[in-house]
């Protein structure tokens, strides 16, 4: 099984800030389109946000747009989420997914992203 990892959950004040990181042993993320979901207790899966392969294009859900940074280091072969100004609303398991085609834009950040997932990191946001 491919192996793809998120890390850096943890419990995070309200308003304050949190990096998370997606990295795997086996896919070169910049080949794929990296995108970042958030299931909370209780709701269905949900996406934050994508970048795309090879080029740094990126695209946010309204919610957390501005607020929330995709970023990718191509030599520790990571796709970060930074989560700046976070809300209890934040609150959620967040995981990562790969998906070989690349894209990232609305149109195709939707429930059939990915092929490749993570098992999630925890984030909770409180007081």
Known sequence: QVQIAESGGGLVQPGGSLRLSCTSSELTLHYFGVGWFRQAPGKEREGVGCMAG?????YYVDSVKGRFTISRDNDRNTVYLQMADVEP???A????????????DASHFGPDFGGFWGQGTQVKVSS
């Open 54 to 58: 090879f080029v740094p294009t990126t």
């Open 89 to 91: 609303e934040d609150t």
């Open 93 to 104: 398991v967040y995981y990562c997914a790969a998906d070989a085609r690349g894209y990232c």
